[in-house]
């Protein structure tokens, strides 16, 4: 029994240094996952046709790929077109884009959630165009998105376990080295799933607290 917690003694420091990198890269993954998302749900929503269908294109090539062939395309295939970037680089761009195409139908079911008759009522109000996003569609957005919202952010963290296979020394790729140099597989994995599961489990508490901000 000693030797068992012994283990999680000797490589606390690395599982923790991976743990550190899995959160810092899902959090930029994140932020722009929802950037570039709010972008594309708002350029689908101008009513061009040209836009509605380019954006729908990379929505549904985006939802088809394996996150695991989109990392190897930037990572092992971008020097063969002269973009050279370095592996935490590929995670973050390879999650960020990834989610975005989530995040971008999380948003335009949002958007279309609101009834047009409030919309036609603020007009004739008097409300401007800003107004009306401010005070009635970003309000009533906010309290229908977070949930879906949270949850896409909660998959991105357990998806960003491949960026192990791009050299990322993430949670599970320390994980690995602790298995190797050990020969042991209960410490280690029962470790990783524990932080795995404080992270997932501070994401959600984050989602409840905003969830219950923008529903009063």
Known sequence: MTQFFDLW????????????????????????????GLVLACLEGVGLKPLHW??????????????????????????????????ETVG???????????????????FQSIPKGQIEAARMAGLTSTQIVRHIKLPQMLVLITPPMVNEVIILIKESAVLSIITVAELTKNTTQFVNETYAVIQPYLAAALLYWLLVEAVAQVGKYVERRVRF
């Open 9 to 36: 003694v000797q490589y606390a420091p690395l599982m923790l240094a991976g743990l550190v990198t899995t959160a810092w890269i899902c959090a930029l993954a994140t932020v722009l996952g929802i950037a570039v």
């Open 54 to 87: 380019a954006v729908r294109t990379y929505i549904e090539i985006m939802r088809g790929l394996p996150i695991l062939i989109l990392l190897f395309v930037l990572y092992y295939g971008g020097p063969s077109i002269g973009l050279r970037l370095d592996a």
């Open 92 to 110: 973050v761009f390879g999650l960020g884009f990834y989610g975005a195409a989530y995040f971008a139908e999380i948003f335009r079911s949002g």
